[in-house]
């Protein structure tokens, strides 16, 4: 069993900041990739920032510059600075770890339960 927990999210005003934090637990053999999407209402789940585990880092345009994605791959724990927040940043943002699992013979997509972050005009 492997779970992702979010947190951090919350309502902001325009400029403010918050950072995301997701804690990847269970039977965890390895993780590649983590990342950050996020799912505005209506719209699709897209891509926030990705990072591997030797710290290369990849970014929306919409956020980069604004955004810092790192990760602590002693604590399978990954995290979101987010500044100079805009209202359309307003959505759920959801953790992404690819990852085996102990005993097990490929790598996988899990996803966090998400985290709302609220950014008011």
């Known amino acids: ?3 992702l927990v979010e947190s951090g999210g919350g309502l ?3 400029g403010g900041s918050l ?3 997701c804690a990847a637990s269970g039977s ?3 993780i590649r990739a983590m990342g950050w999407y996020r799912q505005a209402p209506g719209k699709q789940r897209e891509l926030v920032a990705g990072i591997t585990p030797g710290g290369a880092s990849n970014y929306a345009d919409s956020v980069k510059g604004r955004s810092a994605i790192s990760r602590d791959n002693a604590k399978n724990t990954v995290y979101l600075q987010m500044n100079s927040l805009k209202p359309e940043d307003t959505a759920r943002y959801y953790c992404n770890a ?3 699992i102990t005993g097990g013979l490929g790598y996988y997509d899990y996803w ?3 985290t709302q972050v609220t950014v008011s005009s």
Do not use: E, M
Request: no cysteine; hydrophobic share 40%; net charge positive.
């Open 28 to 30: 965890i053999f390895n």
């Open 1 to 3: 069993q492997v779970q």
């Open 19 to 21: 950072r995301l934090s």
């Open 98 to 100: 690819d990852l085996r």
């Open 112 to 114: 966090g339960q998400g």
């Open 12 to 14: 902001v005003q325009a």
